[in-house]
């Protein structure tokens, strides 16, 4: 039983560019949960989805970021026109059921770089 | 909102236990977990609280009291490889759906 798959590992993007996270969940999970972490920092919430649905994107800014988890295939974090600040790393968490005992299991995360 | 606090850093020898605190605040409280993270690495799950009282897994053991929106983590015997940040996450929100990470505290383990 695959864990949660990140790919990539690493993403060096130029300012401008676009950045596409892709996130696989555990087999059987149909709910996922983006975070974003700055060095020496904590988990920051950006969004909560769903097969085909956005549960909750509070945590995601309003402009350039953008998240899907289509029927088929992996959840997608797309981010447009990045700029140095977007540098961080991106984790992505699936879960069986999001009011039950057991943990989020994380991805090993995107780390993005933007030069 | 949901927000959480807990020390940055702390540091203890081998074989020492630490207790890494927690207070939160959230609007509908559905369980308090806590998660390591070691350099370069990812999340992974240690416990969950959702009722009062102690839960123990092995050397961890984690506590929560709702009434005071305060829980900790306990961690027994020492190792090294403990060496690691340490995040309180509170789950709420309307259906509990958000689960908030603290900052975290840096645990340093010295010989």
């Known amino acids: 039983n695959a864990g949660v798959m990140q790919n990539p590992r690493h993403l060096v993007r130029r300012r401008g560019q676009e950045a596409r996270l892709r996130c696989s969940p555990m087999?059987?999970?149909?709910?996922v949960y983006w975070y974003r972490q700055l060095p020496e920092e904590g988990l920051k919430f950006m969004v909560y989805?769903?097969?085909?649905?956005?549960?909750?994107e509070s945590g995601m800014p309003k402009e350039r970021f953008s998240a899907e988890f289509p029927k088929e295939g992996p959840s997608i974090l797309r981010i447009q026109q990045v700029v140095r600040g977007d540098s961080a790393a991106y984790f992505c968490?699936?879960?069986?059921?999001?009011?039950?005992?057991?943990?989020?299991?994380f991805g090993s995360g995107t780390r993005l770089t933007v030069v | 909102g949901q927000s959480l606090e807990q020390p940055s850093e702390v540091t203890a020898v081998e074989g020492a236990i630490v207790q890494i605190n927690c207070t939160y605040q959230?609007?509908?409280?559905?369980?308090l977990s806590w998660y390591q993270q070691h350099d370069g690495g990812a999340p992974t799950f240690l416990s969950y609280?959702?009722?009062?009282g102690l839960e123990e897994t092995g050397r961890f053991s984690s506590f929560l009291s709702r009434s005071d929106s305060y829980g900790y983590l306990l961690l027994q015997e020492l190792q090294m490889k403990d060496s690691a940040s340490y995040f309180c996450a509170v789950r709420g929100g309307t259906g509990g759906f958000k689960t908030i990470f603290g900052a975290g505290t840096r645990l340093f383990v010295k010989a």
């Open positions: 959230t609007s509908g409280f559905y369980g």
């Open positions: 989805l769903q097969k085909e649905n956005i549960i909750d």
């Open positions: 968490a699936s879960f069986s059921s999001p009011q039950g005992a057991d943990g989020y299991t």
């Open positions: 609280n959702g009722l009062d």
């Open positions: 087999k059987g999970h149909s709910h």
